[in-house]
Nanobody
Framework: QVQLVESGGGLVQPGGSLRLSCAASGITFQDTVISWYRQAPGKQRELVATIGASGHTNYGDSVKGRFTISRDNVKSVGYLQMNSLKPEDTAVYFC???????????WGQGTQVTVSS
């Protein structure tokens, strides 16, 4: 059974940092593209960042220069380092894994990030 479990969310002040983790099981992690999405209340789900199986990364315009996506294929964990957080980064953050060879998608349950003073 495939599982993606996010952790690391919480309450942080503007300008602060958080690191989200996405622990995967039941899949061949090195063959999985990992993406982070976020969804704020009343808004559509937004792509934040993606890291390919080869390590190539892409970022949404709103987070470029502030967020860094990475992966540890030995531990089967994806990460999202978030720096210089702003109130508009407040959202539920979801991890998605896409299997390269089947294009099947698997989602985590989400973790809440709140940026507020």
């Amino acid at each position: 059974q495939v599982q993606l479990v996010e952790s690391g969310g919480g309450l942080v002040q503007p300008g602060g940092s958080l690191r989200l983790s996405c622990a995967a099981s039941g899949i061949t992690f090195q063959d999985t593209v990992i993406s982070w999405y976020r969804q704020a209340p009343g808004k559509q789900r937004e792509l934040v960042a993606t890291i390919g199986a080869s390590g190539h990364t892409n970022y949404g315009d709103s987070v470029k220069g502030r967020f860094t996506i990475s992966r540890d294929n030995v531990k089967s964990v994806g990460y999202l380092q978030m720096n210089s957080l702003k109130p508009e980064d407040t959202a539920v953050y979801f991890c998605k894994g896409r299997i390269v060879y089947t294009q099947n998608d698997y989602w985590g349950q989400g973790t809440q990030v709140t940026v507020s003073s």
